[in-house]
Structure formats: C-alpha cells, structure tokens
C-alpha cells in the first residue's frame, strides 16, 4: 500500500468515525431537550452501543498500521499541510485512546457515573463528606491515567492535552501569574468603588416569548445561520455541533432577570458560529474540527463579552430592547442599563460571575487541581484549601461547601484540566478582538453601531474558523494576532472598560 492509499483510508475511516459520533451528538441533543422522560433507559443503550462503536473504530489496530504508512512519507513532509495535520492529530487520538488500558476506562466510566450523582446529592444537601471518597477515586484514576498516556515534567500535562493540546503547565502558571497580579488588585479597586450600577432594572419582568424573539433577532444579526441550527430551552445551556449543516444551540429563559438568557444565547452562538465555519469539506477530520477547548470558548467568549458587553453594541440594540419592552425599560436610559450589565463584584459562584472576577474563580480551581493531581493536597483538606485561597483572592468567606468547593460538576465527571481553558478563552478573545481591529480599522465599532457584524465575522472565520486543527492553539493565536498569547490585551480592555464605568485606575 502506498503512502497515498493509506492516507486516502485513514481520511475514510476519520469520516465514517465522524459519522458516528454526529449521531451520538444528534441523540445526545434530543436527550436533553425533547426525549420523552420514559425513553430514558433505551437512549442510554443507544449511546453507549454508539460510544463503544466509535472507540472500536479509534483504535482499531489497522488505524495504526495506516499511520505509520503515512507517517514519514513525503506527503506530510509539511506539517502544516492537509496531510501533515490530519496524521498528526489523528496520530494524538490514537495513541491517547490505545495507551489507556481497558480496565481504566471502565474504571473511570463507572467512577465518574456514580461520582456525578453522588455529588449532585451532596451539593443539594451541602454534604461534601458523601463526595469526598468518590472524589479521592476520581483523583487517583486521572493520575493514573496520566501515567498511563505519558507525560513530561508534571502529570498535569497529561490531562490539559486532552483539552488544550500542547499547552504545559509551566505555561498556564506564567499566565494566570501575569493575570491575577493585575486582576486581584483591579477587582478590589473596582469592588470599593463608590459609583455601582443600579442592577435592579434587570431584574423587573422580561416575558420570556419577547426574550426569545430579541435573543434571536441577536443570533441572527451576528450570524448565526438559523438555516443550519436551532435555539432550544434546556435546563443547562450547550451548543452541539453535529456536523456541517446543523448546530444546535440552548438556552435557558428566567423572566425576572434579563441577563440569563440574552447573554447565554450570544455566548452560545459564539461557539456555534464557530462550528458553522469549519470547512465542510474536511468534517470528520481534524482539519474539520475544532483546534482546542481555549480556542473554542475564545469564541462564544468574543461575541458574548467582547461584542455583546461593549457600548457599541447596545447603541445599535439598546433602542429595539426598550422598544420591546417597553414596561420594564421605560424608565431606563442606555446608561443605567449599560452600566448595569457590566456590573463587577466579588462573588461566590463562578457560572454567575463577571468577566472581570471569572478569571480568578478560574486561578483558584488550576491551583487546586494541579495540588490534588500532585498529591500536596488532600481531599479531606480541599474544603479548607479552598475557602482559605477563596477569601484571600475574593476578601469574601464561603459560607458552606455548596457556594464552595461543590458548586461545580467537572471534577466529578474527570475533567481535571479543563477549567484553565476557559481563561484562555478570555485572554484569547481579548488578543483576537485586539487583532480584529487593529486589522480592519477603527471602523469596526461603526459597524457594531449600525448592527453590521460581518466584517469581524468574516475576519474570525478567515483567522480561526476555516483553519479547524491545522495548527494548534498557540500557533494559530499568533498567526492571528502577530504575537503569542499573552494576559495583557484582556488587562488592557478591563481598565479601559471598568475604569471608564467605575471611575478607578
Ligand atoms: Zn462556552
């Protein structure tokens, strides 16, 4: 066989590959928004049979044969070329896949089942002594697991590849160092400050049926293609890519607080745009897929915080919002409310915090994780650890482990490593919006006051989008942006922005 037969068979079995894990997409969307509550048990069977499928088709020996063909050939010579990508990254998956040991993997499997019911019990109940032995499983297996797949210098590299893969953890220190140095000091200035936004108009009555219809008028404005995707309500917002031609996107409506919705639904369409702009023609393929967890929050990131959260903006929507509703707007000018959705205070729960505080919830899980991976940290001593780090970064005390320790569910479900990639998402949203404009002129907050988004989506799609796992995430931020990643840019726009609100800095 040569190199090209074997590379035309790896790009057939990626696609068939493709094809499976968009039906486990399709019926794991129908699951949480449309599925009968009795079709639970044969839509477990479905997945799990669609979920066996695609490891069988993964890790297939012959997969590893086709590879090493390939591999060395001149045809991926470049590694940048369609080629040299597609064999590199399905080179990384295979590998990762047939390193881990059967066992393991039903290990984890079963684990992280029990482990997520059990915590969304002691959550409930504030009841971390039920998690803890649960959670202390958790943490051995990824260990484990990270020695089963390999590493170098730290096990924490192990478990970023599965989400950011090529970004160490030496690296993630010096930028969340960069960042909370500047960002503790910025959030208490701003937390002391004696001008506040009046939050309380966002929480008057929003009839959800006119939330819906604004939400989406939004979509659409900044591109999201209704001709492939839908906006459903579901009690966890997601969007789900299933493959060139249809994005499923949620939301989750409250009519007594604007912000929930409105700004999920551009967060979500973020991710979603993204997924409409991979090249079609390479789905199922590395070079049809997503580069990285980072890259894709930085943009539902972009959108929701970056576009949605600016003054431009709302100079454009501000008036259709008021004109919709007119009883809880009336007495509202575009100041009061744009100042009051960009409120920024110290709080205990990450999913409701600002851009400005997000990142340091974020700070405080990375250095927990990578303590508890190392075996510096106990699970018996994360309750303390955290709401010491907690109040030291927040000067806020964690009144109980549900506010704390327990509010999230990644680690119940094995995601050691995944938190950090939403800072990144951040910090690369800010780099590229910096891109964006240095690139296309001051103008572009024209367009933003006219509603006209397409030049920046175009410049996305152009700069991010069309490029799937070409390139991995540094390398593609500073092909966009001229430079490597960094936290300044986002520091920048944050005192710009909420020294400007705030009157510090
Ligand atoms: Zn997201």
């Known amino acids: 066989m040569t190199a090209n037969e074997a590379y035309a068979e790896l790009v057939r079995r990626a696609k068939e590959l493709g094809v499976v894990n968009s039906c486990a997409a399709a019926l794991g969307w129908d699951h949480q928004t449309y599925m009968p509550p009795k079709g639970v048990v044969l839509r477990g069977e479905q997945l799990s049979f669609l979920a066996s499928l695609a490891h069988q088709k993964l890790t297939d020996p012959k997969v590893g044969e086709l590879l090493s063909a390939v591999e060395g050939s001149e045809l991926v010579r470049d590694p940048e070329c369609d080629a040299g990508a597609n064999v590199r990254e399905l080179r990384r998956a295979y590998d990762r896949a047939t390193k881990l040991p059967p066992a393991l993997v039903e290990e984890l499997s079963r684990v992280t089942t029990e482990a997520q019911q059990v915590w969304e019990l002691a959550k409930k109940k504030n009841d971390y002594a039920s998690f803890r032995p649960l959670l202390g499983r958790v943490v051995e297996l990824k260990r484990q697991e990270a020695d089963a797949v390999g590493y170098q210098h730290h096990r924490y590299n192990a478990l970023i590849e599965e989400y950011e893969p090529g970004t160490t953890v030496a690296e993630l220190k010096a930028l969340f160092a960069g ?139 501000y008036p259709r919002l008021r004109q919709t509703f007119p009883t809880a707007l009336a007495d509202v000018d575009a100041d009061t409310f744009f100042f009051a959705i960009n409120d920024v205070r110290p709080s205990l729960i990450r999913v409701e915090a600002d851009e400005a505080t997000y990142n340091l919830h974020i700070a405080l899980r990375f250095e927990l994780e990578q303590a508890l991976l190392s075996g510096d940290l106990t699970v018996a001593d994360l309750p303390g650890a955290w709401n010491e780090r907690f109040e030291a970064l927040f000067g806020l005390k964690v009144p109980d482990d549900a506010r704390g320790c327990l509010q999230d569910i990644h680690w119940s479900f094995g995601g050691i490593g995944y938190f950090p990639t939403y800072t990144l998402g951040n910090l690369y949203a800010a780099q590229l919006m910096d891109a964006a404009k240095r690139d296309l002129g001051a103008g572009l907050d024209d367009d933003f006051r006219r509603g006209d988004y397409r030049r920046l989506k175009h410049w996305l799609g152009m700069h991010i989008h069309q490029h799937g796992q070409r390139f991995r995430a540094g390398e593609l931020c500073r092909r966009a942006t001229g430079a490597p990643l960094s936290p300044q840019p986002f520091l920048s726009y944050l005192n710009e922005k909420f020294g400007a609100l705030y009157g510090v800095c």
Not at 299 to 306: A, D, T
């Open 179 to 317: 960042l909370t140095a500047e960002l503790a000091p910025l959030v208490q200035k701003i937390a002391a400050a004696t001008k506040r936004p009046d939050t309380t108009v966002l929480a008057r009555e929003f009839p959800i049926d006119r939330q819906k219809v604004f939400a989406e008028a939004a979509a659409v404005a900044i591109g999201f293609d209704f001709g492939a995707g839908r906006l459903d309500t579901t009690a966890h917002p997601f969007c789900s890519g299933f493959g060139p031609g249809d994005c499923r996107i949620t939301t989750r409506y409250n009519p007594h607080f604007f912000n929930e919705a409105f700004f999920g639904v551009l967060h979500e369409t973020g991710h979603a745009m993204y997924e409409q702009g991979l090249p079609a023609a390479h789905f199922g393929t590395p070079l049809g897929a997503a580069c990285s967890f980072g890259i894709h929050e930085s943009q539902s990131r972009l959108w929701e915080n970056q576009v949605g959260r600016g003054r431009p903006f709302w100079d454009h929507f």
